[in-house]
């Protein structure tokens, strides 16, 4: 997992309320296991008319947000089904950081375990940072997790709360087999010691 630690860019505004995992990533494109390939299918049903096209009412298919790393929303987002895709297809598109004033708990740890952060802020501040980000690639944000503040283009610091294990894993950008391997020293001599002791039990090789 890639580490994140100062993100500066400009921030799409996306103001709709309950935007669900569906319209995240549309579940006729859930047949891959791997991460990649599904951010040209992130939020589908908005960003393509019934012909494939383009829409070009869509914020993310206009400039200069096509290459926005920053998605500000309204409440309760990635509701719906418990889909690890719509991380997953978010991550793949470019997005970082999302930022509403509340999430759905799957989707909200999930962003997480995937790499991005997810910031819950009151939604007059998120109206406030919408405002900030309709006057385009200017008015650039930066999210800055070590301080834990987001700094609008004026300057102005907001500052957000995250998990200090949560912060301590993007910081580092490691995920759950990241966390496993920093102990791959101690493993190995468990292992070699139960091999030694208990011949019998099957081993674990960490590769």
Known sequence: MDKFTVLTGTAAPLPQEN????????????????RSGLGVHAFDSM???VDGSENPDF???QAPYRKSQILITHDNLGCG?????APWALLDFGIRCVI?????????????????LPIALPREICDELMADSRMGENAR???????????????????????????HLLLEGLDDIGQTLQHEDAIETFEARRRRDEPWMPSITID
């Open 47 to 49: 960003r393509y008319n």
């Open 19 to 34: 935007i669900d995992t569906d319209k995240i990533i549309p579940a006729r494109f859930l047949k891959t296991t791997k």
């Open 141 to 167: 944000i930066t999210i800055d997790l070590q301080r834990q503040v987001v700094v609008r283009p004026d300057g102005t610091e907001i500052p957000f709360e995250v998990d200090p294990l949560r912060r």
């Open 59 to 61: 914020i993310l298919n």
């Open 81 to 85: 089904s418990s889909r690890e895709h």
């Open 100 to 116: 509403a004033p509340s999430f759905a708990d799957i989707f909200f740890n999930n962003c997480f375990k995937n790499g991005i």
